[in-house]
C-alpha cells in the first residue's frame, strides 16, 4: 500500500489471480482465502497500474471465452435433440450460476472502468446476492454477451429446432420431459443482458420460432381434420386443440404473450370461417344448443364471427316466426286467445334458444328482440288499414299489424267474466296479463292498442263486467310501470275514479225515489268516456221512458250546470219472457229491448221491418245489427224472433221482411227443452257505430300528427336548433312508447310547422332546423 | 206437473197481456257543463278535464278527487272556477268580452 503509482504492474499479479479465475469458472471449489486474495488483487491492481483495469478485462474476457469455447465443444459432441439440449441446459446453468459468482471479486474494476474513485467499503461487500448492482455489472454483462456471441449464435437455430420438435411430439401425443423446454426458454431470458427489454432475445429468437412451428403444425392438421371428420367433428376438434394450446403456453412461453393463440385462433377458426357458418343456420334450425355454444365460443375468438351468427337467429326467428303465423293463419285470425299463446310460445322457444346455446348474450337478445319485432308487427297475415280520410287529403297510411288490437281484445277475456277466466287461477290472469306486456313490447303501434283497451274497460265497467276488479286496477299500474304515456295511463284511471263516483250517486238515486226496483243509472262524465258525438238514437218503450224525467230531475236537484246525454246504445237490462210453456230470463242491449217491446200490445202478430223501423226509430245499420242478433243469436239453439223470407246476413233483409215471436221458444239442456231459464243477448257490446269505427282509426292518425307536432315543439324549445339528424332520433324516443313516427310523417310535420313559423331552416344549412318563439 | 200449471195461471192472471216485462233497466248517461265553448280560455285546457294547476296537482295522488268545477259569469261565458278566480285578482273583466266580471252561477 506505500508503493507509488506505477510500481505495481498487472503481469505480476495476474498469473497469481488466473487460476482462481478458472477455478470460478469451472465450478471447482475456492478456499476462503483464494476468495479474498482475488479481491485484494484486483484492488491493488486496479489502484496502482494505470492501465490495470483495461488488461484485467480483456484477460478475464479472453478466459471467458475459452471457457465458453469448451462447453460449446462438450455440447455439440451430442447429436441426439434430448442429449443436446440437456448438455446444453446443463452447461447454461453452471455459467449462469457463475454470472451471478464471478462478477463479485471484480467490483473494483467495475468501479475504476467507470472512473469512479474506488471505497473502502465496497471490496467487504463480499459474494453479495443482491440483484440490483449485479445485473448491471460489467463482468456479467461480459460473460452474457460471450454466451451469446459465441456458443448461443452458433447453435441457437439447432437448440429451437430441438425444443420445438419435443414440442411437436407433445402435440402428438408422445411424453417427454418438459424441463428441457422450459431450460431452453429460461436461457433466452436470461441471456438478455438488455435491461429495457429483457425479453427481447427469447421474443425474437424462441417465441418467433414456437409461433412459427404452431402455425405449421395446424397449417397441416386443420384441414386434414375438417376434410375427413367433418364440420361438426372439428368444432370439437379446434375447441379442445385450443384450450390445449392456450395449456401450452402456460408451460412454454413467457407470461403476457397471446402471439401464439392468436396464430392458432386465427389457422384453427379463422380460416375455415365460411365452413363454419354455413354450419349456423341449420344448427339453429334444430335448436342444437350445444353445438351452437360450441360455434359461439369459438367464433367469438375471430372479429368476424358473431356477426353473421346474429344475423342468421335474426333471420331464422323472423322466418319462423311468420311462417308459424301464417300456417296457423286460419285460427289466430278469428281467436285472439289462440294468436297471443301462439305468439307467446315462440317468443318462449326462442328466448330459451338464446339463454341455452348463448348464455343470453346482449348482442344474442339484440337480434332475438329484433326478430320478434317483426313477427309483432308484420302486416302479411292479417293488417289494421288506418286510412285517414278526405280530411287529410285522401292519403292511406301504411297497413300496421292487428296485433295490439288482439292484445287487448285477450287482456278483455282475461279481466271480464268469461269461460276462460272463470277457468284460470288469479295467478295465472295475472302471469297472462304480463305476459300480454311482454308482447306489447314489441309492439311499434301501441297507441293502437290503449284505443281498444279503452274500449274494452268501459265496455267491462258499463257492463259490471270485470271478473276481478281489483285485477283492473293492477293492470293500470302495469301498464304505467311498462311505460305506456302518463296521460293515457290517468285517463284510464280517472274512468276508474268516475265509475265509483257515479255508484255512489246510483244509491243516492235509489234511496229517493219510490220505484228503485228495477233502474240503476250510471251517469258518467263524458271528459273521461264519451268519444266524440257517436250517439244513436232510439225511440224507447214507455215502460224505459218513463224514469227519464224522473232521473233528469233528480240529476238537477244535485248538481248546477250540467247537462244529461243519453247513451241509450251503452245501457241494457233484464226483461222477462212469457211464453205459452214457460218463462225466461232475458239479458239485453236497450235497443234489443226497444224491438222485443214491439210485440207487447200485439203478441202474435207478424210485423214487417219497416214497422219495426217506425216502432223504434233506430238507424238503419243499427236496426238491421239488432234484429239478426234476435233471429241468429249463436249461442241458441231456438231463437228468439223467427222471420220470413230466407236471409244469411242482416243486409238481406228488406222493409217487407216480416217478423214475429217464436212462442215455441225454450233453452235446451241436454236436448231437453226449458222452461225456466236465463240468457244473455247482450255478445259484445256495441260501443260504436261502424261509422264511428271508421272515425276512429283516422283519430288515431290525427292523434298521431298531433304528438309528433307537439314532440318537435319541446324538442326545439329546449335545444333552439338541432339538426335533422339528431331531431328524428330524439322524436322516435319520445314517441315510441305510442307509436313509430313514419319518415314520411315526420317530414309532412316538419314541413307544416315551417310553414306555420313554429320553426325555420338555418340559412346555411338546411338540414339544421332553429326555433322561433 | 199439476203445481206447475197452477202457478202459471197465477202468473197469467197477474200480467195478462204482457209478453215482455222490465226487470231491470241499467241506464247509461254522459253529464257535461252546459257550456257554449267546450275549451276554458284562460287555461286553454277542455271544462269536462280539471285545469292545468289541478291536473298538475292530481297527478301527485293519482285518484285524488278532482273538484275542479265551471263558472258561469253574467255575460255567460264560462271558465274553470279556478282559473278565474286568479284571473279576476288582476282584472276583474271578462277575458273574452271585457265586460266587468260578476258571476251568474257556479258547476256543481
Ligand atoms: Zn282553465
Ligand atoms: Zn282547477
Ligand atoms: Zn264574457
Redesign the pocket.
Known amino acids: 500500500m506505500l508503493k507509488e503509482k506505477g510500481q505495481l504492474k498487472f503481469e505480476d499479479k495476474w498469473p497469481h489471480m488466473r487460476p482462481i479465475v478458472l477455478k470460478l469458472l469451472k465450478q471447482e471449489p475456492v478456499s476462503p482465502a483464494e476468495w479474498h486474495e482475488l479481491f485484494y488483487d484486483v484492488h491493488l491492481v486496479c489502484l496502482w497500474d494505470e492501465k490495470g483495469p483495461a488488461k484485467l478485462r480483456d484477460h478475464l474476457h479472453e478466459d471467458i471465452v475459452q471457457f465458453i469455447k469448451q462447453a460449446q465443444n462438450r455440447v455439440l459432441a451430442q447429436r441426439q435433440e434430448e442429449a443436446l439440449l440437456k448438455a446444453y441446459i446443463a452447461e447454461w446453468r453452471k455459467f449462469f450460476t457463475q454470472c451471478n459468482y464471478l462478477p463479485t471479486p471484480f467490483r473494483q474494476l467495475e468501479k475504476s472502468l467507470q472512473g469512479k474513485p474506488a471505497s473502502a467499503s465496497s471490496s467487504t461487500q463480499g459474494n453479495n446476492n443482491k440483484k440490483g448492482p449485479i445485473e448491471e455489472s460489467i463482468v456479467r454483462n461480459l460473460m452474457l454477451d460471450s454466451w451469446n456471441d459465441s456458443i448461443f449464435s452458433d447453435i441457437k437455430h439447432r437448440l429451437q429446432d430441438s425444443a420445438m420438435k419435443l414440442v411437436h411430439a407433445e402435440r402428438n401425443g408422445e411424453a417427454f420431459d418438459s424441463q428441457l423446454v422450459i431450460g431452453v426458454r429460461e436461457s433466452y431470458v436470461n441471456l438478455c443482458s438488455n435491461t429495457e427489454d429483457r425479453l427481447q432475445i427469447y421474443r425474437e429468437n424462441f417465441e418467433a420460432a414456437y409461433i412459427q412451428s404452431t402455425e405449421l403444425f395446424y397449417r397441416m392438421k386443420a384441414p386434414e381434420q375438417l376434410a375427413t371428420n367433418g364440420v361438426q367433428a372439428y368444432m370439437r376438434y379446434a375447441d379442445a386443440k385450443l384450450r390445449e394450446e392456450e395449456a401450452r403456453v402456460q408451460r412454454y412461453l413467457e407470461a403476457g404473450s397471446n402471439g401464439v393463440i392468436q396464430c392458432c385462433v386465427k389457422v384453427l377458426v379463422g380460416n375455415p370461417l365460411p365452413v363454419l357458418l354455413a354450419e349456423c343456420a341449420p344448427l339453429i334450425r334444430a335448436g342444437e344448443t350445444e353445438r351452437l355454444q360450441l360455434m359461439f365460443r369459438l367464433l367469438e375468438r375471430v372479429p368476424e364471427g358473431v356477426q353473421p351468427m346474429l344475423r342468421e337467429l335474426e333471420n331464422h326467428i323472423t322466418q319462423a316466426g311468420l311462417a308459424d303465423m301464417e300456417a296457423a293463419a286460419d285460427i289466430i285470425t278469428q281467436d285472439s286467445e289462440k294468436y297471443v299463446e301462439r305468439l307467446l310460445e315462440l317468443f318462449r322457444k326462442f328466448s330459451k334458444l338464446v339463454h341455452e346455446a348463448f348464455s343470453d348474450d346482449p348482442r344474442f337478445l339484440t337480434a332475438r328482440d329484433k326478430a320478434f319485432k317483426a313477427v309483432v308487427n308484420d302486416t302479411t297475415v292479417f293488417k289494421l288499414e288506418l286510412g285517414t280520410g278526405r280530411n287529410i287529403g285522401g292519403r292511406i297510411v301504411a297497413p300496421e299489424s292487428k296485433c295490439p288490437e288482439l292484445l287487448a281484445n285477450y287482456c278483455d277475456m282475461l279481466l271480464r267474466r268469461t269461460p276462460l277466466s272463470k277457468r284460470l287461477t288469479s295467478e295465472e290472469i295475472e302471469s297472462r296479463l304480463k305476459d300480454v306486456l311482454l308482447v306489447l313490447k314489441y309492439v311499434s303501434n301501441k297507441d293502437v292498442f290503449m284505443r281498444y283497451h279503452k274500449a274494452h274497460l268501459t265496455r267491462r265497467l258499463i257492463l259490471d263486467a270485470s271478473a276481478d276488479s281489483e285485477k283492473e286496477e293492477d293492470m293500470v299500474e302495469w301498464l304505467r310501470e311498462v311505460g305506456m304515456p302518463a296521460d293515457y295511463v290517468n285517463k284510464l284511471a280517472r274512468m276508474f275514479q268516475d265509475i265509483k263516483v257515479s255508484e255512489d250517486l246510483n244509491a243516492q238515486f235509489r234511496t229517493s225515489t219510490e220505484r228503485h226496483d228495477a233502474i240503476n243509472i250510471k251517469i258518467l262524465n263524458a271528459g273521461a268516456w264519451a268519444r266524440g258525438s257517436e250517439r244513436v238514437t232510439v225511440s224507447l218503450p214507455v215502460e224505459l221512458e218513463d224514469y227519464i224525467p224522473e232521473v233528469e230531475e233528480f240529476y238537477k236537484r244535485k248538481h248546477n250546470g250540467r247537462k244529461l246525454q243519453w247513451y241509450h246504445h251503452m245501457s241494457n237490462g233484464t226483461i222477462t219472457f212469457a211464453t205459452n210453456g214457460g218463462k225466461f230470463d232475458l239479458d239485453v242491449t236497450t235497443f234489443q229491448m226497444a224491438v222485443l217491446f214491439a210485440w207487447n200490445q200485439r203478441p202474435h202478430d207478424k210485423i214487417t221491418y219497416e214497422n219495426l223501423r217506425l216502432a223504434t226509430e233506430l238507424p238503419d245499420g243499427e236496426l238491421r245489427k239488432t234484429l239478426w242478433s234476435l233471429v241468429a243469436f249463436p249461442k241458441l239453439k231456438r231463437q228468439l224472433l223467427q222471420f220470413t223470407p230466407q236471409a244469411t246476413a242482416p243486409k238481406d233483409f228488406d222493409e217487407h221482411t216480416t217478423f214475429w215471436v217464436n212462442q215455441d221458444f225454450a233453452l235446451i239442456k241436454n236436448a231437453k227443452p226449458q222452461k225456466r231459464g236465463k240468457v244473455n243477448l247482450i255478445g259484445r257490446l256495441q260501443l260504436s257505430t261502424e261509422r264511428s269505427q271508421i272515425e276512429d282509426n283516422q283519430s288515431i292518425v290525427q292523434l298521431r300528427i298531433l304528438r309528433t307536432q307537439e314532440a318537435i315543439i319541446k324538442i326545439l324549445k329546449m335545444r333552439k336548433r338541432i339538426s335533422n339528424a339528431a331531431l328524428q332520433s330524439e322524436l322516435v324516443d319520445i314517441l315510441k312508447n305510442m307509436f313509430l313516427p313514419s319518415k314520411k310523417m315526420i317530414k309532412e310535420q316538419l314541413e307544416w310547422l315551417i310553414e306555420h313559423k313554429y320553426m325555420k331552416r338555418d340559412d346555411d344549412d338546411i338540414n339544421t332546423f332553429i326555433y322561433m318563439a | 206437473m199439476a203445481d206447475e200449471n197452477d202457478n202459471d195461471r197465477i202468473d197469467d192472471n197477474q200480467k195478462p197481456e204482457k209478453m215482455f216485462t222490465l226487470k231491470k233497466w241499467n241506464a247509461v248517461a254522459m253529464w257535461s257543463w252546459d257550456v257554449e265553448c267546450d275549451t276554458c280560455a284562460i287555461c286553454r285546457v277542455q271544462v269536462m278535464d280539471a285545469c292545468l294547476r289541478c291536473q298538475a296537482e292530481s297527478k301527485k295522488d293519482s285518484y285524488g278527487k278532482q273538484d275542479c268545477v265551471v263558472v258561469w259569469?253574467e255575460?255567460n261565458?264560462s271558465f274553470h272556477y279556478c282559473c278565474m278566480s286568479l284571473w279576476v285578482k288582476q282584472n276583474n273583466r271578462?277575458p273574452?268580452?271585457q265586460?266587468e266580471w260578476s258571476i251568474q252561477r257556479m258547476g256543481k
Open positions: 259569469g255575460c261565458h271578462c273574452l268580452c265586460q
